[in-house]
């Protein structure tokens, strides 16, 4: 998959993703930064998506892994 193809499949899935950030954080600041992270890790492993599986599911474990992971951090 070309690097125009990803950017249009994270365009098509922004408004998804960005609900569902919010409805992790329940803050529009802290959305937009879990969005922004989710999306920098998935164009930094992009050759570790797998073409024919679904796009908008592997997006969305990256972005409940983040998730996770911060929350773990700080309740350490």
Same mark, same amino acid.
């Given at each position: *998959? /070309?690097t !125009?193809?990803?950017? %249009?499949?994270?365009d =098509?899935?922004? #408004? /998804?993703?960005?609900s569902?950030?919010? %409805?992790?954080? +329940? /803050? /529009? ?13 998935a ?8 073409? #024919?599986?679904n796009? +908008?599911?592997? *997006?969305?474990?990256? *972005?409940? %892994?983040?998730?996770?992971? %911060?929350?773990? =951090?700080? !309740?350490?």
């Amino acid at each position: *998959m /070309s690097t !125009v193809e990803f950017y %249009n499949k994270i365009d =098509k899935i922004t #408004g /998804s993703l960005n609900s569902f950030a919010y %409805n992790l954080t +329940k /803050s /529009s600041d802290d959305a937009q930064d879990l969005f922004q992270e989710t999306a920098f890790r998935a164009l930094t492993n992009k050759e570790k998506f797998r073409p #024919g599986t679904n796009f +908008k599911a592997w *997006m969305f474990t990256i *972005m409940k %892994n983040i998730f996770i992971n %911060n929350y773990r =951090k700080k !309740v350490k």
